[in-house]
Structures are given as C-alpha cells and as structure tokens.
T-cell receptor, first 113, second 114 residues
C-alpha cells in the first residue's frame, strides 16, 4: 500500500529565504508525482507535475525534483515571499492505472515579512 | 489549465436533510471524476471514483448509501450527502480527468451540518 509522507509538517521562515519541502513515498512504482498548493478554506492549485521518467520540473521560483528509486521528491522555493504562505501537498499517482492520487499530510509554510 | 467548478461553495443545513454538491468540468470532457473530503488540518481522503455512465467505486469505509454519486454526463458529477449529520461536516473537493495522467481540482464545498 502506497504511503506518502511530508516533512516537516510546518515551517516558518523569514522572507527571502530559500527553502526545501520534502516528500517521500513507499512504493516506487508511480506514474507521476504532483505538488499542490492549498490556501486556507480553498481548493488545490497544481504547481508542478513530474512524470516518472523525469527528474525535475521548474516553474518560476519553484523547482521540484524526483528520485523515484529512493522514493523522494523535493520542492525548492527560491527567495520566499509572504504570498507563498500556504499548505503544500504532494501526491503520487500509482502506475496501476486506477487514477487514484495518494496525498501526503502536507507542509504548512509561513513566510514572515 | 482545465477548469473544474463546484456548486455550492458552501452550504449549511439541518441534521437529517440531504445536500447535493455539483462538480463540473467547464472546458473538457471528464471521463473520470474523484470525490475527496478533507477534515480541518488534515489531508485529502479519497471517497470514491466516478466514471461517466457507470456506478461509482467507493473507498473502504465510505458508505455508498450515505454518499450517493451520480456521473450522468462527461461534464457533471454530483455527490449527495443523505440524511446529513454533524459528523459529515467537512470540506468536499472533486477532481476531474480526461485520462489518468493529471487531475484538475475544483475549489471545494464547505458543508456544515447543524
């Protein structure tokens, strides 16, 4: 059974810092991995999707890496801003083609001005 | 990206009533829709998978007679919480996909049962 873990559960940093969020998964047989952002009381915003054959994806100040063999992904946020404050969720799509996303518990980020 | 809407965005109802939540894919045809619920400070929990024109597949522990799902068209799925009780209060989120590669999420519906 696939399990997804995110560390840390919460993170508080001053504005301008570069930071790394971690995601690990127990079954390396994945189709893809996705990082989402969720603001309080809101739905999910997709940030980056990495296919199993890819090593990383970049969008603006965000960079996500994937090491499938070790079951790890990281989300790197450069030059953090107060507007980056949110909960970040990673989710994996298994290669069994059921379409089910398995989510981690999320990392709640606070960027202080 | 593809757009998924949910209606209503929030609803308050009395215990014992039924509530229907709609999930629509606005600019693509969704062969599959997923329904999740999220309790405060917790992650999303998949409730069921809904394929157009067929019965939904429920996850273990989710009562199919309690949470009725209908996926009558390629752009609309509905979740009906029957005889709602306070413990059903939660944030319900749907997602839609035209394949199994990427899911697009709706903005969620906040249900409060008094």
């Amino acid at each position: 059974k696939q399990e997804v873990t995110q560390i840390p559960a919460a993170l508080s940093v001053p504005e301008g810092e570069n930071l790394v969020l971690n995601c690990s998964f127990t079954d390396s047989a994945i189709y893809n991995l996705q990082w989402f952002r969720q603001d309080p009381g809101k739905g999910l915003t997709s940030l980056l999707l990495i296919q199993s054959s890819q090593r990383e994806q970049t969008s603006g100040r965000l960079n996500a890496s994937l090491d499938k063999s070790s079951g790890r992904s990281t989300l790197y946020i450069a030059a953090s801003q107060p507007g980056d404050s949110a909960t970040y969720l990673c989710a994996v799509l298994g290669s069994s083609n059921t379409g089910k996303l398995i989510f981690g518990q999320g990392t709640t980020l606070q960027v202080k001005p | 990206g593809a757009v998924v809407s949910q209606h209503p965005s929030w609803v308050i109802c009395k215990s014992g009533t039924s509530v229907k939540i709609e999930c629509r894919s606005l600019d693509f045809q969704a062969t599959t829709m997923f329904w999740y619920r999220q309790f405060p400070k917790q992650s999303l929990m998949l409730m069921a998978t809904s394929n157009e024109g067929s019965k939904a597949t429920y996850e273990q522990g989710v009562e199919k007679d309690k949470f009725l799902i209908n996926h009558a068209s390629l752009t609309l799925s509905t979740l009906t919480v029957t005889s709602a009780h306070p413990e059903d209060s939660s944030f319900y989120i749907c997602s839609a996909t035209s394949g199994y590669n990427e899911q697009f999420f709706g903005p969620g519906t906040r249900l409060t049962v008094l």
